[in-house]
């Protein structure tokens, strides 16, 4: 009778990024050849018992709860973060989607953008889409095949929105890189950052217009303010797309780069902002939107800027006027 000795190593777990990288090595070692046809179809049930086992490691069904939706940890995640100096890039990544965001992206973008609140140490964010679309809206798909399970936040003050991030307030600046379609719920999700560096081949819209999917993520309250009521309601009536120049022309855009660029002229800009002295940098935003989105009068908003300023002149204004007599600053240099 002849026999077999297998000799199994099973190690290596490693953690990247939510999932499991599962290395096995399988070493079989035979001592003497298999006398029968039988034995030889013994040996093939076992290793492949081994790679089904192997299988079963590897797609770990684990899982993890962000915000209330359950998400697996066994595959890419639907949101990358990276840290580049004092800017953090967050990328929607579901390019096999053109980036449409499903509740498990929602609550994984609604995750970043309040670590990067959260984090002192992070002066401005970028958002960007993976894959070469920055984001097609919501998830239509998931939308039409299990529409009970939406999970929606009546009271815009104590739950995200559909998109995810699109009812927070930032303190710091966020800059969206656009490239592809950033149409729908992606239209809104770039009015959520401060500026928008657009590609070339970028396109605009209320594309939702034709499925009967309104504006629920601040699409039809940032919009009209950020390009003028009578503009807004061109796009929103008609769903038109709308592309990089005519976007420039409306003030949606803020830069237009050449297609692949966007991401890198986003960084680029968010490290010459963070560049200036901050606490200046900030009450002045913070009074831009004071003004328009939340002061009942001209008065108010002028009170509101006049006592955001006087607290930053101790701090930072003095001390820059000092360097500027030194002549530091001088010809757009810091």
Not at 74 to 96: A, F, L, M, Q, W
Request: hydrophobic content about 40%; aromatic content about 10%.
């Amino acid at each position: 009778m002849g026999y077999y000795k297998f000799f199994i190593n099973t190690h290596k777990f490693i953690q990247i990024r939510g999932g499991l990288k599962c290395t096995f090595f399988l070493s079989v070692k035979c001592w003497k050849v298999c006398r029968s046809l039988r034995r030889v179809l013994y040996v093939q049930v076992y290793l492949s018992i081994c790679f089904m086992l192997v299988l079963a490691l590897r797609a770990d069904m684990s899982l993890t709860e962000v915000n209330g939706i359950q998400i697996g940890t066994n595959r890419k995640s639907n949101v990358v973060t990276e840290r580049h100096g004092t800017i953090t890039t967050i990328g929607i990544n579901r390019p096999e989607a053109r980036n449409a965001v499903n509740q498990e992206t929602a609550a994984l973008l609604l995750q970043a953008f309040t670590s990067f609140e959260e984090d002192r140490s992070l002066t401005a964010a970028v958002l960007y889409g993976i894959g070469g679309n920055f984001c097609a809206g919501y998830d239509l798909k998931e939308l039409a095949h299990s529409p009970t399970s939406i999970k929606l936040e009546q009271d815009v003050t104590k739950g995200p929105g559909p998109m995810g991030p699109s009812r927070m307030k930032f303190s710091k600046p966020v800059i969206a890189a656009v490239s592809g379609y950033a149409v729908a719920g992606g239209l809104e999700l770039s009015l959520l950052a401060d500026l928008r560096v657009v590609e070339e081949s970028a396109v605009f819209g209320v594309f939702c217009r034709r499925f009967g999917v309104p504006l629920i993520d601040g699409g039809t309250v940032r919009l009209p303010k950020l390009i003028g009521l009578s503009r807004a309601l061109d796009l929103i009536l008609t769903g038109r797309p709308v592309g990089a120049q005519e976007a420039y022309e409306f003030g949606l855009a803020n830069r237009i780069v050449p297609n692949g660029q966007a991401l890198q002229y986003a960084i680029e800009l968010a490290e010459q902002i963070s560049a200036f002295p901050q606490e200046c940098m900030h009450g002045d935003r913070n009074s831009a939107y004071y003004g328009v989105f939340d002061a009942s009068s001209f008065t108010e908003a002028m009170q509101f800027e006049f006592d955001t300023g006087v607290q930053v002149l101790l701090k930072e204004s003095v001390p820059g006027a000092k360097k500027f007599s030194l002549g530091y600053g001088r010809g757009g240099k810091l």
